[in-house]
Nanobody
Framework: QVQLAESGGGLVQAGGSLRLSCAAS????????MGWYRQAPGKQRELVAR???????NYADSIKGRFTISRDNAKNTAYLQMNSLKPEDTAVYYC????????????WGKGTQVTVSS
């Protein structure tokens, strides 16, 4: 019903930047929020950044001031601009979309690898 296409991951040196994109398509009438989560090897998946329909955002403390989430409502696309990357940012990054009426379902992308070398 809903498909998520993530892109923008890759290998970057510490201090560098990457921009992730997540485009949602399919049977979508409303989106309550779009967010990015990450999971490093041996660790639990954690919230990185989330933006709700009104534009409010919340961020993990570890990335505040370095990452910025934004959203293009017309394209049902969310972006995560990641600056000043650190080796500890290395993880698989997953997009999550929380839909509203009439689906009221959460959807996850397949993930994109971000690797930051020291």
């Amino acid at each position: 019903q809903v498909q998520l296409a993530e892109s923008g991951g890759g290998l970057v040196q510490a201090g560098g930047s990457l921009r992730l994109s997540c485009a949602a398509s399919g049977f979508i009438r409303s989106i309550n929020s779009m967010g990015w989560y990450r999971q490093a090897p041996g660790k639990q998946r954690e919230l990185v950044a989330r933006i709700i329909s009104g534009g409010s955002t919340n961020y993990a403390d570890s990335i505040k001031g370095r990452f910025t989430i934004s959203r293009d409502n017309a394209k049902n696309t969310a972006y995560l601009q990641m600056n000043s990357l650190k080796p500890e940012d290395t993880a698989v990054y997953y997009c999550k979309v929380e839909t509203g009426f009439p689906l009221w379902e959460d959807y996850w992308g397949k993930g994109t690898q971000v690797t930051v070398s020291s």
